[in-house]
């Protein structure tokens, strides 16, 4: 049977982000490493999984128990008896990353650095306008 889209998304908010965000706030308690580093795993591939599927969503979405099948997605990354977020992390993501650390680290200064430049300019447009306005006023 299909669920209703809000359903499904009620549920996959609960079991993809809720409950691990609670489990997070439980970990950071804590004086472990262990559960914090678990955490930071699930959350590296819950993110990966998020940004890739919103541009692939267009594409999928329309296969039958799509929504269904990524609530058993974000169940298999966080449970324990599959470990499915670590699973991933070691097999496919921490091995790509780090032989892209380099390039993805110059190209994210690279973006800062433009950033930067563009917001000084932005702020001092906004600096020019606004001491306009006061000597119009």
């Given at each position: 049977?299909?669920l209703p889209k809000i359903v499904t998304g009620i549920i996959q908010g609960i079991v993809a982000f809720l409950y691990p965000a609670y489990k997070s706030f439980k970990a950071i308690k804590t004086e472990e490493k262990d559960d914090d580093t678990?955490?930071?795993?699930?959350?590296?591939?819950?993110?990966?999984?998020?940004?890739?599927?919103?541009?692939?969503?267009?594409?999928?979405?329309?296969?039958?128990?799509?929504?269904?099948?990524?609530?058993?997605?974000?169940?298999?990354?966080?449970?324990?008896?599959?470990?499915?977020?670590?699973?991933?992390?070691?097999?496919?993501?921490?091995?790509?990353?780090?032989?892209?650390?380099?390039?993805?680290?110059?190209?994210?200064?690279?973006?800062?650095?433009?950033?930067?430049?563009?917001?000084?300019?932005?702020?001092?447009?906004?600096?020019?306008?606004?001491?306009?306005?006061?000597?119009?006023?």
């Amino acid at each position: 049977m299909v669920l209703p889209k809000i359903v499904t998304g009620i549920i996959q908010g609960i079991v993809a982000f809720l409950y691990p965000a609670y489990k997070s706030f439980k970990a950071i308690k804590t004086e472990e490493k262990d559960d914090d580093t678990e955490l930071l795993v699930y959350w590296t591939v819950a993110g990966l999984f998020s940004f890739f599927e919103f541009w692939a969503d267009l594409i999928v979405s329309w296969f039958p128990f799509y929504y269904e099948l990524k609530i058993v997605f974000f169940i298999w990354l966080q449970n324990p008896w599959f470990n499915g977020a670590q699973f991933l992390w070691k097999t496919f993501i921490r091995p790509f990353l780090d032989s892209k650390e380099a390039q993805i680290d110059k190209g994210i200064n690279k973006a800062k650095e433009q950033g930067t430049k563009y917001g000084k300019k932005a702020m001092n447009e906004a600096k020019k306008i606004k001491s306009r306005t006061k000597k119009i006023n």
